[in-house]
């Protein structure tokens, strides 16, 4: 059974740092495009980052480009998302996913095939 489990969220203060896991199990994702995304209260889920199996490619979005790095290790199949100087408009419930292709990244939610549960994440002002 595949699976994806999020962990590292938490209630932090504007400005702050958070590093979120996703540690893979069932199956290794060395060869997949790892991602993640966030959705917040009465949004739809957006894409944040992506990276490519090798980790030589990586891909974010806007808003959150220059504070958000992501990052894997294949040796412990485990993908992550560090976030800095965090914003309240950073709040939303974070989800890791992985593709079954390896290249190229694409952005679209509907191209993963493998979700985690989501952790949250909450920046107070």
């Known amino acids: 059974q595949v699976q994806l489990v999020e962990s590292g969220g938490g209630l932090v203060q504007a400005g702050g740092s958070l590093r979120l896991s996703c540690a893979a199990s069932g199956r290794t994702f060395s060869s997949n495009i790892m991602a993640w995304f966030r959705q917040a209260p009465g949004k739809e889920r957006e894409f944040v980052a992506a990276i490519s199996w090798s980790g030589g490619t990586t891909r974010y979005a806007d808003s959150v480009k220059g504070r958000f790095t992501i990052s894997r290790d294949n040796a412990k199949n485990t993908v992550y998302l560090q976030m800095n100087s965090l914003k309240p408009e950073d709040t939303a419930v974070y989800y890791c996913?992985?593709?079954?292709?390896?290249?190229?990244?694409?952005?679209?939610?509907?191209?993963?095939?493998?979700w985690g549960q989501g952790t949250q994440v909450t920046v107070s002002s």
């Open positions: 996913a992985a593709d079954r292709r390896s290249f190229p990244i694409i952005v679209l939610e509907a191209e993963y095939d493998y």
